[in-house]
């Protein structure tokens, strides 16, 4: 650590324990000097959670889930009461039902599209919205996605719907906060065993074949997650906005598995 994020506060969505993602990204951030606000969605989450904002000492825990708009407001008054201005915000936030990350995407109810994409997508859109206004000096904006955005990964569904319009609106959004000197990007992350991962029927199987097909030969951990998001949302990013930035082993340029593992 290097004092990278030092004099920097910001909220960050999305712990809901140790393998969280959020939580290598919040872990780092702390450790570059940041200074932290966390949410959690309910109280069975919370239970977990306190803890590990006592670990990177968070000026605020706050209940946000952002199905309850309300509370996405308290989060952000509670920001601004704390700090008055804010530098940066993360977004690891999605749902689906899991009866619908298995099988085809064409059977995919309704009900479940409306509830995935505001859950996993339109979330971030009005998250950023109530954040944008307290980057007084500039800030940077942050969310998670997964490449079955663009292409089709077996049961990944309506999610891969979702992840799609999720990195659509990081453009808009860049461009609608650019003019306030506010980036906003996402990290496309390679596979990494989490409650939210465990729900995607097969994961381990998916899991098991990027490890073997990408040119790094294996997965990434939420601990360089965490670095890149802390590059992402720290100065030395700061020509960098509506990118989506792919911290995946180098997974997502390979067509097709090496032709020496094909033979073997
Ligand atoms: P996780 O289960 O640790 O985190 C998901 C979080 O979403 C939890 O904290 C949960 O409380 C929160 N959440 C769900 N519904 C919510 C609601 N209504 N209100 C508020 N919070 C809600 O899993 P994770 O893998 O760390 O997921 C974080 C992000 O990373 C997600 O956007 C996920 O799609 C993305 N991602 C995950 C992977 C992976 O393989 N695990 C890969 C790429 C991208």
């Given at each position: 650590?290097?004092?990278?994020?030092?004099?920097?506060?910001?909220?960050?969505?999305?712990?809901?324990?140790?393998h969280?993602?959020?939580?290598?990204?919040?872990?780092?951030?702390?450790?570059e000097?940041?200074?932290?606000?966390?949410?959690?969605?309910?109280?069975?989450?919370?239970?977990?959670?306190?803890?590990?904002?006592?670990?990177?000492?968070?000026?605020?825990?706050?209940?946000?889930?952002?199905?309850?708009?309300?509370?996405?407001?308290?989060?952000?008054?509670?920001a601004?009461?704390?700090?008055?201005?804010?530098?940066?915000?993360?977004?690891?936030?999605?749902?689906?039902?899991?009866?619908?990350?298995?099988g085809?995407?064409?059977?995919?109810?309704?009900?479940?599209?409306?509830?995935?994409?505001?859950?996993?997508?339109?979330?971030?859109?009005?998250?950023?919205?109530?954040?944008?206004?307290?980057?007084?000096?500039?800030?940077?904006?942050?969310?998670?996605?997964?490449?079955?955005?663009?292409?089709?990964?077996?049961?990944?569904?309506?999610?891969?719907?979702?992840?799609?319009?999720?990195?659509?609106?990081?453009?808009?959004?860049?461009?609608?906060?650019?003019?306030?000197?506010?980036?906003?990007?996402?990290?496309?992350?390679?596979?990494?065993?989490?409650?939210?991962?465990a729900?995607?029927?097969?994961?381990?199987?998916?899991?098991n074949?990027?490890?073997?097909?990408?040119?790094?030969?294996?997965?990434?951990?939420?601990?360089?997650?965490?670095?890149?998001?802390?590059?992402?949302?720290?100065?030395?990013?700061?020509?960098?906005?509506?990118?989506?930035?792919?911290?995946?082993?180098?997974?997502?340029?390979?067509?097709?598995?090496?032709?020496?593992?094909?033979?073997?």
């Amino acid at each position: 650590a290097s004092g990278l994020m030092a004099g920097k506060r910001g909220v960050v969505m999305g712990v809901a324990n140790n393998h969280s993602i959020a939580w290598g990204i919040a872990r780092q951030l702390r450790a570059e000097g940041a200074e932290l606000g966390l949410t959690y969605q309910n109280d069975q989450f919370g239970r977990r959670v306190r803890p590990l904002a006592d670990q990177v000492e968070a000026a605020f825990l706050e209940r946000c889930d952002v199905e309850d708009l309300a509370t996405v407001d308290t989060l952000f008054d509670t920001a601004a009461k704390t700090w008055g201005s804010i530098d940066f915000f993360v977004h690891a936030v999605a749902f689906s039902d899991k009866n619908e990350l298995k099988g085809r995407y064409a059977d995919t109810t309704r009900e479940n599209f409306s509830r995935t994409m505001v859950i996993s997508c339109f979330s971030f859109t009005e998250a950023a919205s109530r954040a944008a206004p307290l980057m007084t000096n500039g800030g940077a904006m942050l969310t998670l996605t997964y490449s079955g955005s663009v292409k089709v990964m077996p049961n990944y569904n309506v999610m891969g719907v979702a992840k799609a319009a999720l990195e659509s609106s990081v453009r808009y959004l860049a461009a609608d906060f650019g003019t306030n000197g506010v980036r906003v990007n996402a990290i496309s992350a390679g596979p990494v065993r989490t409650l939210a991962g465990a729900g995607v029927t097969d994961a381990r199987l998916m899991f098991n074949y990027q490890r073997k097909h990408s040119p790094l030969q294996r997965t990434v951990d939420i601990e360089e997650i965490g670095r890149s998001a802390a590059y992402l949302l720290s100065d030395y990013s700061s020509g960098v906005t509506g990118e989506i930035h792919y911290v995946d082993s180098g997974y997502n340029i390979m067509s097709m598995p090496k032709l020496d593992e094909l033979r073997a």
